[in-house]
């Protein structure tokens, strides 16, 4: 299974800084071949890594874990980590095509990933790190120089692809190394998945698990697993809880405080089932590939909000057709009794006086079909809906994204699971509504976050910290809302004093003898005012007001904490539960304002979709002629 951020060895050749000795081949008694190369501890990692060739892999798990205390676990324990080792670690990597690096030796969880890779007849690479005076294999030749004889050094783990020995005389001198080649290998392959799984450990895996931290390498911890994996379970479990407390716990270590506190830590009790862990690794590789439920939920968005752009531009167009042509039939009206045509029904003469008597006709029938089509067809109910279900979705995706409320940490029910049973709400809702009836046109673009939805600099897909959620949501609302009701008082200004004029140039043509033609001014008013109400503009400028009123007061309790304040999880869910509230207040109501707005609309154009009497008695002369 290949993807396009697979990690693949380049060939090109690169020079060391240190010695490098050539790889070769090690045969186990087994009959398995493995590559190995020995190192200096500060070797370049590119030329390391052009001597493992050939080496491909979509993901990288990094394991560590006790080695010599693992058998000192109870029966029962041992027999739990054989599963989740093999039906959930191992085919999990199977299925992803992930890569493994370990400590490399046949002792402890190392040599449980091994037997496991063996059994499930896994074909990912594992590689080894070790260090070179500690471990031994067949055909080793032992120094004289060495301190321990080859009964005294740890056997190489079998099943194991390559090895990387570090050319060192302590345990945790390979270290270094390893995390040099993961950083290599990030950075020859950008988006690599990589993440670390721990069980057991100790002094050694603590050194490990702090460069993963470091490297912002997510964790999955094994709770239950003993010694350093249920200290960093226990530690972190009393720090997640005391986040909302007075009295936050302080953690003596630097390096457990360090990773408590800035780990992206996943616990995982050795009590779960083997299938669960399978899938908590497929949900971390979505995440580092970019997390698929987010992805789902911008492509639904994308959806509803292409289409309610459609449905909108439908029912502004049709609407102003049938204001434009009220209008123009007034004027039609006004130059027939201006000009005195006759109102008998012309002959075929193809006159002036023919031609404007017809088309005094088809205006009231034109205008009778746009009311019919604009009442049967409902662009406007279909455009409100679309545009409500669109604007949940964003909602709860930064809420999704903000790890708050319903989506903290805290909670036991995954955030995954609540967002998708958010989604689905959503998209049941809305097709028992008016929308089943119609089909959803495929957006033109599939941009992940479609355009104009975010901040220019959020990627739509990312975590939001507190200050990347104010910045990426709630300024970027902010400098929305404040722009937006500088246009809309412009346009508001614009029309009234349009209204004004026109009312006003009515009054001149009374005074001046010209009552004739006060009825087209009466019907510019008409049609400005009903634009006005539909387009809902002096109560958008008002909702749009006191929103930014309001996310500027949050914004300013929020600067007002201290950075402990801020910590808190209770804060956070605060901040973002606040802030969506007053954007799904102001969008709930200008969504109530539009529907009674359409609802009187329609009544209105449902009395005006008879022809009027004149009309009716061009047609019955028509059918008589």
């Not at 890779?117 to 004289?144: D, F, M, R, W």
């Not at 809880?241 to 457990?256: Q, R, W």
């Amino acid at each position: 299974m290949m993807n396009s951020s697979a990690f693949t060895l380049k060939t090109k050749e690169t020079k060391a800084e240190s010695n490098l000795e050539s790889s070769k081949t090690i045969t186990f008694p087994s009959g398995h071949s493995a590559s190995l190369i020995t190192v200096a501890p500060k070797t370049n990692p590119q030329s390391i890594l052009t001597s493992l060739q050939p080496l491909s892999f979509n993901a990288l798990i990094l394991l560590s874990g006790g080695a010599a205390n693992f058998e000192q676990l109870e029966r029962g324990l041992q027999l739990r980590l054989q599963q989740l080792f093999g039906r959930g670690i191992v085919r999990a990597a199977t299925e992803i095509g992930a890569g493994f690096i370990s400590g490399g030796t046949d002792s402890g969880v190392i040599a449980l990933l091994g037997k496991s890779i063996a059994e499930y007849n896994c074909q990912s690479p594992l590689i080894g790190i070790a260090p070179a005076a500690l471990i031994t294999y067949p055909t080793k030749a032992i120094s004289e120089e060495g301190t321990l004889s080859a009964e005294d050094r740890v056997p190489l783990e079998p099943h194991h692809t390559h090895f990387v020995l570090v050319e060192t005389a302590q345990w945790g001198g390979e270290t270094g190394t390893m995390y040099s080649l993961v950083s290599a290998c990030r950075q020859q392959t950008e988006n690599l998945p990589v993440f670390t799984v721990l069980v057991n450990g100790g002094e050694i895996s603590r050194l490990e698990i702090l460069q993963s931290v470091r490297l912002g390498i997510p964790i999955i911890v094994i709770e239950g697993s003993g010694r350093l994996a249920d200290e960093i379970a226990t530690l972190y479990r009393t720090y997640q809880d005391a986040k909302d407390s007075d009295s936050p716990t302080f953690i003596e270590n630097p390096a457990l405080a360090e990773i408590i506190t800035e780990g992206k830590i996943n616990l995982f009790s050795i009590e779960g089932e083997a299938t669960e862990l399978k899938r908590l690794i497929h949900r971390a590789y979505r995440q580092s590939q970019g997390d698929t439920v987010l992805q789902v939920a911008w492509r639904r968005f994308n959806l509803y909000d292409y289409n309610a752009t459609r449905q909108q531009y439908q029912f502004h167009y049709l609407q102003l057709a049938i204001l434009c042509l009220g209008i123009f039939g007034t004027i039609l009206a006004l130059i027939q009794k201006q000009l005195d045509f006759p109102s008998e029904l012309p002959k075929w003469d193809f006159s002036i006086p023919f031609f404007l008597h017809y088309l005094i006709v088809l205006v009231p029938i034109t205008t009778t079909i746009l009311l019919a089509a604009a009442n049967r067809f409902n662009a406007g109910t279909k455009w409100i809906l679309l545009r409500t279900a669109a604007e949940e979705i964003k909602l709860e995706i930064f809420r999704y994204r903000a790890q708050a409320e319903i989506y903290s940490p805290a909670n036991a029910t995954a955030p995954e699971i609540k967002f998708s049973e958010k989604l689905r709400t959503i998209a049941k809702d809305l097709v028992q509504t008016e929308v089943n009836v119609s089909s959803l046109h495929q957006p033109n673009q599939d941009i992940i976050p479609p355009r104009n939805s975010v901040a220019p600099d959020d990627d739509g897909l990312s975590a939001l910290s507190p200050e990347s959620y104010i910045n990426n949501r709630l300024e970027d609302q902010l400098n929305y809302y404040t722009n937006k009701v500088k246009k809309l008082e412009k346009r508001l200004k614009a029309l009234q004093w349009s209204i004004y004029i026109i009312g006003g140039l009515g009054t001149f043509l009374a005074a001046a003898g010209l009552e004739l033609w006060i009825a087209l001014t009466t019907a510019f008013v008409t049609a400005l005012t009903t634009y006005m109400e539909y387009q809902q503009i002096e109560s958008t400028l008002i909702k749009y007001n006191q929103s930014a009123t309001d996310l500027f007061s949050v914004r300013t309790w929020w600067i007002a904490l201290s950075e402990t304040e801020q910590a808190k999880q209770y804060n956070i869910d605060q901040l973002v539960g606040q802030t969506e509230r007053i954007l799904q207040s102001e969008f709930r109501g200008w969504m109530k304002e539009m529907q009674e707005t359409l609802a009187d609309l329609k009544k209105q154009q449902g009395e005006e979709q008879s022809p009027p009497a004149e009309t009716e008695q061009a047609i019955d002369k028509t059918n008589k002629s």
